[in-house]
């Protein structure tokens, strides 16, 4: 008896491990999503941000500057856009709406930390209401990082002005505060603006010079991270025979706010170049276009940028520069649905036609 079920265990055994081996696994891949379509600092740059701020040791201005420039390095590529503001005076760093993170770190670093100190005052209020006019022009969700003091003493109470600016965007806006209050006054009142909505949190200034507070923060109000099955790399199309009507070549796709070609496109440009030169009575046009995040202006110097990439690195591989036409659409004339995260990066893309 002990004998057969010692046979049958391995008999079993060795189904299941031909079975699993005939399985072939899914493979995955970790992807970066943000948890909004736009982020944008509103930094507090009155009198009293002169003052000492004594958990780091330093003056407020100077602990806030430090800490938003230790974020914009730890933040990850995402497919978002960004400003920055201050106010106490109202001022404009980085426009909203601008993609990518890559001029956060200039636009902190160009926030002042050295000014006078007495007569400045801080229109928390006002300058909220003034913001709101830039973000007015965002689409989709918008996540407001405020970097405050908790001192607000001219003008209309920035609570009030909160409250009306919730009741306009509804779900679509959260804001986050990031607090270098100390007397009781002041964390009274960034408690009261963080209790307008209940997406809304605080955070002490002084838990984000820790490099593992300022992760679970940049995270917490950021991104997520999601798996999701990595789709095999299609086979090369076969290239077609130079006797063949060609009306179009593939479309050259471009990541998240650059104009830089990658190795995969390089090579298919490569083969694309063979084909033009073997019709040298052709006229070839490069079309750029992108998604519609950023502001439109930017949007159609970029798509103009990632032509003129195209056609140099086209004219590199033999094209007669006199064949070669450019034309940039920005994001006037979308080929996909700019309302999906997958619509607004297939439409980060260069066009190559032969007329």
């Known amino acids: 008896m002990k004998f057969h079920v010692k046979t049958s265990i391995i008999i079993v055994s060795a189904i299941l491990l031909t079975a699993f081996g005939s399985m072939s696994f899914a493979q995955t891949k970790t992807i970066i999503e943000p948890k909004a379509e736009n982020f944008v600092f509103f930094v507090d740059n009155s009198g009293s941000m002169g003052f000492d701020y004594k958990a780091m040791e330093m003056n407020k201005s100077q602990a806030a500057s430090d800490l938003l420039v230790a974020i914009s390095k730890d933040l990850p590529v995402m497919d978002a856009s960004f400003g920055v503001y201050t106010y106490a005076p109202f001022e404009k760093y980085l426009l909203a709406g601008t993609p990518g993170g890559k001029r956060l770190q200039a636009a902190f670093e160009s926030i002042p930390v050295k ?203 033999g094209v007669d520069k006199q064949r070669v036409k450019i034309k940039a659409y920005g994001e006037k004339k979308p080929k996909y649905d700019n309302n999906t995260r997958e619509g607004r990066a297939l439409n980060r893309m260069v066009e190559i036609e032969i007329q």
């Open 115 to 317: 000014f006078a100190i007495f007569d400045r005052q801080t229109p928390m209020g006002p300058d909220l209401k003034t913001l709101d006019s830039s973000l007015s022009r965002l689409k989709d969700r918008i996540r407001v990082i405020v970097v405050t003091d908790g001192e607000a003493n001219r003008g209309q109470d920035p609570v009030e002005v909160l409250e009306g600016i919730y009741n306009k965007y509804g779900d679509r806006i959260c804001f986050y505060f990031i607090s270098l209050a100390q007397t009781p006054e002041e964390k009274a009142l960034v408690s009261r603006m963080s209790g307008v909505n209940p997406c809304s949190s605080v955070t002490e200034a002084s838990l984000l010079a820790q490099d593992a507070d300022r992760k679970t923060f940049i995270e917490n109000i950021f991104y997520e991270t999601k798996k999701v099955e990595a789709k095999p790399t299609p086979e090369p199309k076969a290239e077609p025979k130079p006797a063949m009507k060609i009306p179009a070549i593939e479309k050259v796709q471009f990541e998240f706010d650059t104009s830089r070609i990658t190795p995969k496109y390089a090579e298919e440009l490569k083969k694309a170049a063979k084909i033009i030169n073997n019709h040298p009575d052709k006229q070839v046009v490069v079309k750029g276009h992108t998604c519609n995040m950023g502001p439109e202006e930017y949007n159609m110097k970029l798509s103009e940028k990632r032509a003129q990439e195209v056609a140099k690195f086209l004219k590199e591989q």
